[in-house]
């Protein structure tokens, strides 16, 4: 299901946030030069940061500018990055790349993305990468972090990079499209993981529509609860809790165990089950006991 869109006080409430807390962000990538950047970028496809970096240090200690790198020459250049994947084929498109910008490009990087997209290995997102963070033009290198981030939490959906792309530049409000780039792929990479976002721990989490964020949460909740020990069983007790909650109010279980101290007027405007404090307890202890004789009966 397509998450609700953000409206534009939410976007804005969710870029404040982001930049709160890291207001200069930067790319992990080491690089001194922005042709040093476009060789990290280039080695970094279905690589992470830290292999690429490994590599680099002791590449560019030796050969940090396009001409030194083309005149190792493949043989020459293959040992110092042998340690990220898909190696061969990215030492012929660096040293392609260097030939080129030695020859036609006076050794300096373009600034310009059609340019820039004619070096051999350099596609978009990496040219979008290199325009925006050595060049500090508002470009979004849509990658699978930002893919998702974006389309999870209603920020800017789209059904493929340059959808995702094209929304987020119109999307994204002014003061923060130098900065969302890199914002939403820490966002990605450290908080809202592919398969476990975390939710509760989510500076964002307040303006984001992903569907299943409030059953994230939950499973925290009842783990942090001390009712339930594992994730596992936090999950049943959480479906079987939602199943409930259903039936009977046609709502979501927010609020069910977040409020066990809460004021009646703050139990007032929970959406989950409107019960007293001690009554909640009692739901969920029920609950786990059901799960736990259910799982009993019928062993994995
Ligand atoms: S609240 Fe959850 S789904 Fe939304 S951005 Fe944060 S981690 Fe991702």
Excluded at 25 to 39: D, H, I, M, V, W
Excluded at 64 to 92: C, H, M, N, W
Aim: aromatic share 6%.
């Amino acid at each position: 299901m397509v998450a609700r869109l953000m409206t534009l006080a939410q976007r804005e409430a969710f870029f404040h946030a982001l930049e709160k807390n890291n207001p200069n962000p930067q790319t992990e990538l080491e690089y001194a030069s922005p042709f040093q950047l476009l060789a990290a970028v280039l080695l970094s496809a279905q690589a992470t940061d830290i292999s690429v970096n490994k590599a680099t240090r002791k590449l560019f200690a030796v050969a940090s500018t396009p001409q030194a790198i083309f005149a190792l020459g493949e043989d020459g250049l293959v040992p110092y990055i042998q340690t990220i994947g898909l190696y061969r084929t990215k030492a012929k498109h660096l040293i392609a790349t260097c030939e080129i910008l030695t020859k036609q490009f006076d050794g300096e990087v373009p600034q310009d993305r059609e340019s820039l997209e004619s070096l051999p290995g350099v596609g978009r997102k990496t040219a979008n990468v290199v325009l925006n963070t050595a060049f500090k033009q508002p470009t979004m290198a849509v990658d699978t972090h930002i893919f998702r981030v974006s389309n999870r939490t209603g920020l800017a959906p789209g059904k493929d990079v340059l959808e995702v792309e094209q929304q987020l530049l119109k999307r994204v409000p002014k003061p923060y499209l130098m900065g969302a780039h890199h914002w939403l792929i820490l966002l990605g990479r450290y908080t809202c993981k592919a398969r476990s976002p975390q939710c509760g721990a989510c500076l964002v989490e307040p303006v984001c529509h992903f569907k299943d964020k409030q059953s994230i949460n939950l499973t925290g909740t009842l783990k942090g609860s001390g009712f339930v020990a594992s994730k596992s069983l936090a999950n049943k007790v959480r479906d079987k809790l939602a199943d409930a909650a259903k039936n009977h109010h046609g709502k979501g279980v927010t609020g069910l165990l977040h409020n066990n101290q809460d004021s009646p007027k703050k139990e007032k405007t929970s959406q989950g089950v409107r019960l007293s404090n001690p009554q909640k307890r009692t739901v969920v202890k029920k609950t786990v006991v059901q799960v736990k004789k259910t799982a009993k009966r019928t062993p994995q």
